[in-house]
């Protein structure tokens, strides 16, 4: 980023001096299945998810792979193989797939919460300890006094912390 843009939102680490930045929210993971979902029956335990077949979510910003990386080292740490049927590039449609189908997905809580609310879909937590991601905005020195962009930075805030 080189300050050609207004403002950038996620989680960025390679940015260069002259930057400013401000954290809007943590991301943390959950996983969604269809409500009647088997998974949801009794005590969900680490081997029954191991077990699960999934949907996985792949946005195209790559916001999501650092949680992939977790979340496949721990079917490696327990020699399982992830049995993967669906990638998805963006959060249109998993409610309904997911809905329709005994797939599980692992998402971020936010997007859960949305989906569940118009979806056939119940969340869980994941049987292990969910990463958190901070998501900030960021925007160059050379905007970073002007009132009129102070101004969106604040209603962008404002827009994220409300959740």
């Known amino acids: 980023m080189d300050g050609s ?93 997911i809905a329709g189908s005994d797939l599980i997905c692992c998402i971020p809580k936010r997007l859960a919460i949305n989906l569940a609310k118009h979806s056939a879909v119940e969340i869980s937590e994941l049987p292990f300890q969910s990463p958190t991601i901070d998501v900030s905005q960021y925007w160059h020195d050379k905007v970073h006094s002007d009132i009129g962009h102070h101004w969106f930075r604040s209603l962008v805030y404002k827009s994220y912390s409300a959740y």
């Open 5 to 97: 843009i207004d403002i950038a939102i996620g989680t960025f680490d390679d940015f260069q001096v002259g930057f400013h930045s401000q954290r809007l929210f943590t991301k943390s993971y959950v996983f969604i299945g269809r409500k009647g979902n088997q998974i949801f029956n009794g005590k969900l335990t680490l081997d029954k998810f191991l077990r699960a077949r999934f949907a996985t979510y792949h946005p195209p910003a790559e916001s999501h792979d650092d949680f992939e990386k977790v979340l496949n080292g721990i079917f490696k740490s327990k020699k399982a193989e992830r049995k993967v049927v669906i990638e998805l590039p963006h959060g249109l449609g998993i409610g309904e797939i």
